[in-house]
């Protein structure tokens, strides 16, 4: 993965997600072929903000950003979401 873009998934006004606390956004995720030569890297992030759908997905599309980075195992993958979504 090389970048991301956060976009609006949901108009707010929408019926079924109305006064809720949804979900109003998505990432694009930007991959390209593993034998093009990789310019950046990602970052350990410390936490997700949950307080906005906007601040969510993309703090979520940095944490993917880091695991697909790296050379994780599904079960540290797993103690990874875990924790920094409590954090």
């Given amino acids: ?6 976009v609006y998934s949901e108009n707010p006004i929408s019926v079924h997600i109305k006064n809720l606390k949804s979900l109003k956004h998505d990432s694009i ?7 093009v030569k990789k310019e950046n890297s990602w970052f350990e ?6 307080s906005d759908s906007n601040f969510f997905s ?4 940095k944490v993917l950003g880091w695991i697909l980075d790296g050379n994780f195992s599904e079960a540290e993958i797993h103690k990874i979401w875990q924790d ?4």
């Fill in 1 to 6: 993965m090389i970048n991301f873009y956060i």
């Fill in 29 to 35: 995720l930007v991959f390209q072929p593993n034998d």
């Fill in 45 to 50: 992030p410390e936490s997700i903000d949950i």
């Fill in 58 to 61: 993309r703090d979520c599309s």
């Fill in 84 to 87: 920094i979504i409590k954090a």
